[in-house]
């Protein structure tokens, strides 16, 4: 008995020595992440000033090109009727080609360099993004490990005789806890972050701009500056809103997702049509949560990849579980080959549904739409709940 606390406390040991070593790792990918961020930043705001610089140049290339031919065709009509000017004439007429076409070859010069520096900062510009993606994939990666490492593992001693049960079952919830992170993450990282990075970007162009005494572009600038800001406070709103919904909790399922639908019409010119097929009521709050994700989840998919005129959700509530489907009259695709793995929107949908031991039913064919059948069964709680409300 001894022996085996003895062992016991040997696998925590090691355990938490696993855990701060993963734990400080992440902090130094973070690290790197964090100044990939601020190097893209810098590499950004570099190449606009360079990209404008460029532009700048072409423009005054091309006056040099038209000035130096100007010149050449001065010199050359000299050299024709050489007895009928002065030789102040023909010096400044020979001067003057010769200042334009040194000019012209420093312009060129310059445009070359300057596409060579545009061209470097590109391709850093590139690894960067690379670096980023890979960082924050480590990270997601990690965070995973960590909390399977600080979670059922480390009471594995305790919970020894059904711990491959609990292992499988732990790695699906944290797999879908930190796929849900990581596109809220995404989501931050491709609409408020960019906003704000070019909110940044775009409040140091303008105090360019005052310095410079460039009031009306400075006044352009800022209007542009505010629109941006606007529609970052918009993406912030959707954010929370997909983060959870406070009419859920307040109102209810059907409630909400009518409203959903709502915005869902104005947002993508999609025609919808919620349907009840039973009197509604309220559930439990974590299976309404459930039932409007796999619902949120389906339409986006919709939004996204049917290119449909109307899309239709279908609900009714059982004595022991709730139906719902979803249909649409967009493109339909072709059913999947064996063993080919479906669309990540897909298999999210799929992995929520197992966790919930649900059912999910997907129909559709090119040209004739798509079709989602769900079913979550409803806990034994909620059954006995639902049968005294109707009593």
């Not at 020894?160 to 809220?184: C, D, F, N, T, W």
């Amino acid at each position: 008995m001894s022996e085996a606390n003895i062992d016991i406390q040997l696998l925590d040991d090691v355990m938490n020595k696993t855990v701060v070593s993963v734990e400080e790792s992440k902090e130094k990918i973070f690290e790197i992440a964090e100044n990939a961020h601020k190097e893209n930043n810098f590499i950004t705001l570099e190449l606009e000033t360079l990209r404008n610089e460029i532009d700048l140049v072409i423009t005054q290339t091309d006056e040099l090109e038209w000035k130096a031919k100007q010149a050449r065709q001065r010199l050359a009509n000299i050299s024709r009727g050489f007895k009928r000017y002065s030789e102040l004439e023909i010096r400044e007429a020979y001067e003057m080609a010769s200042q334009m076409q040194i000019q012209l070859s420093l312009s060129r010069d310059k445009e070359k360099h300057l596409r060579e520096r545009r061209d470097e900062l590109e391709r850093r510009h590139r690894n960067i993004l690379n670096t980023i993606e890979k960082s924050e994939n480590l990270i997601s990666q990690m965070g995973i490990v960590l909390n399977y490492l600080q979670g059922d593992l480390r009471k594995v001693g305790i919970a020894l005789e059904s711990a491959h049960h609990h292992q499988l079952l732990g790695i699906q919830i944290i797999q879908a806890q930190e796929e849900e992170r990581k596109r809220v993450a995404r989501d931050i990282h491709d609409g408020p972050a960019q906003s704000m990075a070019n909110v940044a970007l775009r409040s140091e162009i303008v105090e360019k701009m005052l310095n410079q005494n460039r009031i009306d572009e400075a006044k352009v600038e800022l209007r542009l500056l505010k629109e941006l800001t606007r529609a970052s406070l918009v993406d912030v709103r959707k954010i929370i809103f997909d983060l959870r919904p406070m009419a859920l909790d307040d109102l209810g399922l059907t409630p909400t997702l009518r409203k959903y639908l709502e915005e869902y019409e104005k947002r993508h010119h999609i025609e919808t049509k919620l349907t009840l097929l039973s009197p509604e009521r309220r559930l439990q709050s974590s299976i309404e949560v459930a039932v409007f994700r796999l619902i949120q989840e389906s339409l986006n998919n919709t939004a996204k990849h049917a290119n449909a005129k109307q899309v239709e959700v279908k609900l009714e509530f059982k004595p022991n579980k709730v139906l719902f489907m979803v249909a649409d009259n967009g493109i339909g695709f072709e059913k999947q080959a064996k063993g080919e793995r479906p669309q990540f929107g897909i298999m999210g949908m799929q992995e929520r549904v197992k966790l919930l031991q649900g059912t999910m039913k997907i129909e559709s064919k090119p040209g004739k739409g798509t079709i989602l059948f769900f079913g979550i069964p409803l806990r034994i709680e909620e059954n006995t709940k639902a049968g005294g409300s109707e009593k």
